[in-house]
């Protein structure tokens, strides 16, 4: 079964750093997401994208992020300087669907900000 | 906001026994769908239902929707050790591009 798939699983990075995060969707998936989960928390909503642009985005996700699609596969985040209350688990997720249909979710990404 | 709660937030049985775990959310929907998230893993895909619709079974899992109260719930039958987990309800807004999680009912299944 076709699954997405995110990279690195343990992203360690020193605060004030950039940072990329790496997805790749299900091949035939036209939309894509972006979450996050604070250790414990609720899974949270950062971004949607859809026909080559964001959809929709949240109040977290503020300047310093950034979604691109730069090929036909690859699905990226950046964070581009990265603070203490960015450590958590990003999640990536692709529907065929959009809103009408279920996602599916990579196992996620770690980031540690130190 | 639209937003799904769910109740309780942690729920803990014994193997064979029946899970019910219920959603709240605050505005319109055209769907509401259920999903699992094992410790440290991404969240899996359980189940979907309309708004136009009231209930829906796939194997061992039963939702209902009742829109006029903005509320479902997730029962689960005869569980397994293997069910332990946590579990989200989750709604689109109109355009369908924003989904909003809630805080999830963690549920441990004790063999």
């Known amino acids: 079964e076709p699954e997405v798939t995110q990279t690195p699983s343990h992203q360690v990075t020193q605060m004030g750093q950039e940072v990329i995060l790496r997805c790749v969707p299900i091949?035939?998936?036209?939309?894509f997401y972006w979450y996050r989960q604070i250790l414990g928390q609720k899974v949270e909503f950062l971004v949607s994208?859809?026909?080559?642009?964001?959809?929709?985005k949240s109040e977290i996700f503020d300047d310093q992020f950034s979604v691109e699609r730069p090929d036909g596969s690859n699905f990226t985040l950046k964070i581009r300087s990265t603070k203490l209350e960015d450590s958590a688990m990003y999640f990536c997720?692709?529907?065929?669907?959009?809103?009408?249909?279920?996602?599916?979710f990579g196992d996620g990404t770690r980031l540690s900000i130190l | 906001s639209q937003q799904g709660e769910e109740d309780p937030q942690a729920l803990s049985i014994q193997e064979g026994e029946n899970a019910t775990m219920n959603c709240s959310y605050k505005?319109?929907?055209?769907?509401l769908q259920w999903y699992r998230q094992n410790s440290g893993r991404g969240l899996v895909h359980l189940i979907l239902i309309r708004s136009n619709e009231r209930e829906k079974h796939s194997g061992r899992l039963r939702v209902t929707l009742d829109t006029s109260k903005k509320s479902s719930s997730l029962l689960i039958t005869a569980s397994r050790a293997a069910d332990t987990a946590s579990y989200f309800c989750a709604t689109a807004n109109t355009g369908g591009f924003k989904t909003i999680f809630g805080a999830g009912t963690r549920l441990f299944v004790k063999a």
């Open positions: 091949s035939n998936h036209l939309y």
């Open positions: 994208f859809y026909n080559n642009e964001i959809s929709e």
């Open positions: 997720a692709s529907s065929e669907l959009g809103g009408a249909g279920p996602q599916h």
């Open positions: 505005t319109s929907i055209n769907n």
